[in-house]
């Protein structure tokens, strides 16, 4: 790797890791970076889920304050996260990819369409008395988080957008309260499946030393600037980077 090779992974990185704390998707920016330099698209993906772990950490820490007082809601959710997002790893080492990536536009769809409707559902819910079944998440949020951990252990773009959806639409809370839990079931879903790759996969170390230190540095400035976003600017930017996701999948 020349080292304009490795600015450009390094500058990848940090914008994933910004991008990832915001929102989602940040693997969609370093993914293809990691196949332009040649990198096997296997390498690649469990390079980069390596090297977004600390992007996930400084993320988490970021955002600190809005996770006082969601202990259980943590817990609850993060072993379904932990499940999942170990099943997806094994998956990816033990399946062909074609069948699961073909689906993979139509999981990011659907959940743009929950964020653009999740208002709406979400008074029409609690008008009805509450938003879930249970203040740390219904078994329907459970079982959706299990599934985000699936996708997010196998490929892992845009599990940020997909749960952000499930949560506004089956929690009733902020959107940067949910954005804070978000940041932690991404963190456990790439940490689990990182941990999975050490012992099962081919890694390029030095790809994923690269994205590590850009996506810690982008996690923290992703957190000073997520937090100043309004619900509405937030959930449009999820929206734009949920479409570019789709196309970027579609053309790929």
């Known amino acids: 790797m020349t080292p304009w090779e490795g600015l450009a992974v390094f500058a990848a990185g940090a914008g994933a890791g910004t991008i990832n704390v915001i929102v989602g998707s940040g693997t969609l920016i ?9 990198l096997p698209p296997v390498t690649a993906n469990v390079s980069n889920t390596l090297g977004l772990v600390p992007g996930s950490v400084s993320g988490a820490i970021g955002y600190r304050r809005e996770l006082v007082g969601q202990r ?7 072993i379904a996260s932990m499940l999942g997002g170990l099943l997806g790893a ?11 990536d073909a689906i993979v536009p139509v999981l990011i769809l659907l959940a743009l369409v929950l964020v653009v409707i999740q208002p709406r559902v979400a008074r029409a819910v609690a008008a009805r008395g509450g938003a879930t079944t249970h203040p740390d998440g219904s078994p329907a949020l459970v079982a959706g988080v299990f599934l985000t951990g699936i996708y997010g252990g196998y490929f892992g773009a845009a599990q940020g957008v997909l749960l952000l959806a499930l949560m506004g639409m089956l929690l009733r809370d902020e959107l940067q309260r949910m954005n804070a839990v978000k940041n932690v079931l991404a963190l456990i879903v790439n940490a689990v499946a990182a941990i999975f790759f050490m012992f099962t996969a081919h890694i390029d170390w030095l790809v994923a030393l690269l994205i590590a230190v850009g996506s810690a540095l982008g996690g923290l400035i992703g957190a000073k600037v997520g937090r100043r976003l309004p619900p509405v600017a937030l959930r449009g930017l999820i929206v734009v980077v949920g479409l570019i996701a789709v196309t970027k999948l579609l053309i790929s």
Not at 90 to 100: G, I
């Open 90 to 100: 094994m998956l990816l080492t033990r399946l062909p990819s074609k069948a699961f």
């Open 72 to 78: 259980g809601r943590l817990i609850r959710l993060g």
């Open 30 to 38: 370093t993914f293809p970076v990691l196949l332009a330099f040649g």
